[in-house]
């Protein structure tokens, strides 16, 4: 029973009205600092292609689909740059345009 009166002046202490962090009439404005990202942030390309935006994950996946069905590496290399002009060129050959 000692243990039930226990708790209940623990529940009683903490009725949940605490205030948290700094407030008051002097502690003043904390404006919304700007979280936008810039274009130097983002890794996402738009492709008119097909009008859908990529990752470069998404990039990647069509890089491997371009080479299952018979494209060359571009650049010589495993994964290439992700750029707009790689990413259409690998939808142009997906697609079946030349």
């Keep these: 029973m000692n243990f039930l ?3 209940n002046s ?11 962090g700094p407030v008051g009439p002097a502690y003043g404005d904390t404006g919304l600092q700007n979280k936008t990202l810039s274009r130097s942030q983002t ?7 097909d009008n859908k ?3 470069q994950d998404e990039f990647h996946q069509k890089y491997n689909e371009y080479l299952k069905l018979g494209g060359q590496p571009i650049d010589g290399e495993s994964y290439p740059r992700f750029n707009l002009i790689i990413l259409n060129k690998i939808l142009y050959f997906i697609n079946g345009y030349n």
């Design 10 to 20: 623990f529940n009683e202490a903490i009725s949940g009205t605490e205030l948290v």
């Design 43 to 49: 890794s996402v390309l738009f492709s008119e292609v």
């Design 53 to 55: 935006f990529y990752t």
């Design 5 to 7: 009166k226990s708790f």
